[in-house]
């Protein structure tokens, strides 16, 4: 599954996997300090797929979306929802796909010690999987 959805993406054939295999595509999501660890994001999610998923004759969609590699708290929040790093096929080792350079590296999410050490690298895992509301 995650290959025919992943591997128009890494190509930018957008248009052709939206008709091929819908999917759900999570862009940002941040939640303030102050309000994290209290299910804010995981309800957000939830949301979102239950206003998306209308019709329960269908399966849901899988969810993607792609992480700084050296976001490590982020990477979790989305495995416990079920999401998994992309693994490509096509590498007999089995490695964690990186997409390199998608991030321009704001200034702004590096200008503090913290911040940096989400937003440091300017490389992504792509993360994929069915995620229940
Ligand atoms: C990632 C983020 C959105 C999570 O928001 P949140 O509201 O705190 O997440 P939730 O409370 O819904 O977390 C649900 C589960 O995810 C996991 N999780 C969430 N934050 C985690 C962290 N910092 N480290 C490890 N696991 C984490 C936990 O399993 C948690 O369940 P638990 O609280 O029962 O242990 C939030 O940390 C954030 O805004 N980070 C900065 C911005 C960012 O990195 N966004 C993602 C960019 S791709």
Not at 29 to 37: I, M, R
Not at 108 to 132: C, H, M, N, P, W
Request: net charge positive; glycine share 6%; proline share 10%.
């Amino acid at each position: 599954m995650s290959d025919f959805i992943v591997r128009p993406l890494v190509s930018a054939d957008v248009d052709n996997i939206k008709k091929l295999h819908p999917h759900i595509q999570l862009l940002t999501l941040g939640v303030l300090p102050e309000y994290q660890h209290q299910g804010l994001a995981k309800r957000l999610v939830g949301q979102v797929i239950t206003s998306l998923h209308k019709d329960p004759s269908v399966p849901v969609p899988p969810v993607y979306t792609h992480v700084c590699t050296s976001n490590s708290p982020a990477r979790a929040f989305y495995e416990q929802l079920g999401m998994k790093p992309f693994s490509p096929a096509w590498d007999p080792a089995g490695a964690p796909y990186v997409a390199k350079n998608i991030y321009p590296g704001y200034a702004a999410l590096q200008s503090t010690v913290e911040s940096k050490k989400l937003f440091g690298s300017r490389d992504a895992y792509i993360l994929v999987g069915r995620v229940t509301a």
